[in-house]
């Protein structure tokens, strides 16, 4: 059985905690300056405030049902989704560890009916996958024109209906639900201010790569009076979810 270990920390203490371990930790509940998270493994050094079993049930068992892949066929559960992203220029393919976080936890923040901005867009990838999770209207946006032209393609193979055009946050005058961006620390340093506005229950940011740029892009939520409800981390690279 899969066991969360639960702590309390002080929002400070947290901060330093992740530079020197850098293990992903859920945020579950923050009172003032306090906040109890949820660990995957025992930290060391820490007492848990508790310990929780985490229930493995069918969905664990349907997890086994993987693609099959046979020549030219790929044969999927009728419970996974298929994206299709013709492999060219544009940033994208799925391959990269700070596409999979924001997919992970676009599944979590997307509801049925949400608009969905997603800020430099690259193949269009993440704004497929939010329409696929049930977005209403998604908006994607992106610096490079190459990059607008492959999103519109992608969106066409994949019989989803976006609005992908050329423009930075700043361009954007509407608000969504949710607001993706997967940039860069040098991007988020300029263009943090222009995002944040932009969004009303969830901000979800990737491209941040090792413990100190997290602890910067952490500074920069909080500056932006934003608060960090989930931190996770695939091969160094960082994805974080914000809400108010
Ligand atoms: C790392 S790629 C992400 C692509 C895709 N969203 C993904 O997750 O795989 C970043 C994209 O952001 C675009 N970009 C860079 N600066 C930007 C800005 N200020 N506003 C909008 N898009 C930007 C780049 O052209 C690039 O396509």
């Known amino acids: 059985m899969l066991k969360r270990y639960v702590y309390r920390f002080k929002e400070q203490e947290l901060g330093q905690l992740l530079a020197e371990t850098g293990i992903p930790l859920e945020v579950l509940n923050r009172e003032g300056q306090e906040l109890e998270v949820a660990a995957y493994k025992p ?14 049930g069918w969905e664990d068992w349907r997890g086994q049902f993987g693609p099959v892949e046979v020549e030219s066929f790929v044969i999927l559960p009728p419970w996974k989704e298929a994206i299709y992203i ?7 393919t ?5 596409t999979q976080l924001c997919l992970k936890m676009l599944s979590e923040y997307v509801s049925e009916g949400d608009r969905v901005l997603d800020v430099g867009t690259g193949s269009g990838i993440l704004a497929i996958a939010s329409k696929k999770l049930g977005a209403g ?31 930075t946050a700043a361009d954007i005058s509407s ?10 620390i040098d991007i988020f340093r300029k263009e ?3 995002i944040t506005p932009l969004f009303d229950r969830w901000a ?9 740029e997290l602890e ?29």
């Open 43 to 56: 930290l060391e050094g820490y007492e848990p405030l508790r310990v929780e079993e985490v229930k493995e």
């Open 86 to 92: 013709n492999p060219a220029r544009a940033f994208g």
């Open 94 to 98: 799925g391959l990269h560890a700070t």
């Open 137 to 167: 209207e998604v908006v994607a946006i992106d610096v490079s024109e190459e990059a607008v032209q492959e999103c519109i393609q992608n969106a066409k193979r994949n019989g989803v209906e976006l609005e992908c055009m050329r423009a």
């Open 175 to 184: 608000k969504f639900d949710v607001v993706v961006a997967n940039l860069e």
């Open 192 to 194: 943090l201010r222009h």
């Open 204 to 212: 979800i940011f990737s491209g941040i790569y090792g413990k100190r």
């Open 216 to 244: 910067e892009f952490l500074g920069m939520l909080r500056e932006a009076a934003l608060k960090e409800v989930k931190i996770l981390e695939l091969e160094d690279w960082f994805g974080v979810a914000a809400s108010r």
